[in-house]
T-cell receptor, first 113, second 114 residues
Framework: GAGVSQTPSNKVTEKGKYVELRCDPI?????LYWYRQSLGQGPEFLIY????????DSGLPNDRFFAVRPEGSVSTLKIQRTERGDSAVYLC???????????FGQGTRLTVV | AQSVSQHNHHVILSEAASLELGCNYS??????LFWYVQYPGQHLQLLLK??????LVKGIKGFEAEFIKSKFSFNLRKPSVQWSDTAEYFC????????????FGKGTHLIIQP
């Protein structure tokens, strides 16, 4: 497809478990972003990749969160030892470069029980 | 760090009414400004953006926004709303030249009554 694809669309996990969320950006987009959206809030920036490297990971809340983009395309957001407070919709976006229009995926709704 | 304030969290209007959603940001430098819309069950989509030039920008579906630098504002307007405009609207700021992602406001839930 032509858009940003995120899998799974929904994920329910038990507290303390490890989860991986996947993002397939639009082909050719070098910039990739992860955001987290809690209920009643706007998306909150987590991390930005330019190519394979994390250009800015200042939004990651703590060291349980980690993201990779090894080949400069698909990205995986990894959350260790999940907590109930991690429950949110995790959004991925891609663009041609910083400050260009960002195209968002549908998001992964993570529920930690 | 920059922040974005959207003053109206819930707005209910009748069809054909005029719309104005407020957005104020706090950042002293050059900014790029955006409005995104999220229709029910859909992903975030860009409505319009301001980078430079004419402070009155026009977007899709008849929306427009005006950048007023002295007021740090970027309010969204539409002269006559339609039922299909029911959605969540987010104002966002990108600091020019920075490597950060967008900073979003909390959003405004707009309901248009037929």
């Amino acid at each position: 497809g032509a858009g940003v694809s995120q899998t799974p669309s929904n994920k329910v996990t038990e507290k303390g478990k490890y989860v991986e969320l996947r993002c397939d950006p639009i082909s050719g987009h070098t910039a990739l972003y992860w955001y987290r959206q809690s209920l009643g809030q706007g998306p909150e920036f987590l991390i930005y990749f330019q190519g394979t490297g994390a250009a800015d990971d200042s939004g990651l809340p703590n060291d349980r969160f980690f993201a990779v983009r090894p080949e400069g395309s698909v990205s995986t957001l990894k959350i260790q030892r999940t907590e109930r407070g991690d429950s949110a919709v995790y959004l991925c976006a891609s663009s041609l470069g910083p400050s260009s229009e960002a195209f968002f995926g549908q998001g992964t709704r993570l529920t930690v029980v | 760090a920059q922040s974005v304030s959207q003053h109206n969290h819930h707005v209910i209007l009748s069809e054909a009414a005029s719309l104005e959603l407020g957005c104020n940001y706090s950042y002293g430098g050059t900014v790029n400004l955006f409005w995104y819309v999220q229709y029910p069950g859909q992903h975030l989509q860009l409505l319009l953006k301001y980078f430079s030039g004419d402070p009155l920008v026009k977007g899709i579906k008849g929306f427009e926004a005006e950048f007023i630098k002295s007021k740090f504002s970027f309010n969204l307007r539409k002269p006559s709303v339609q039922w299909s405009d029911t959605a969540e609207y987010f104002c966002a700021v990108y600091p020019g030249g920075g490597a950060d992602g967008l900073t979003f406001g909390k959003g405004t839930h707009l309901i248009i009554q037929p």
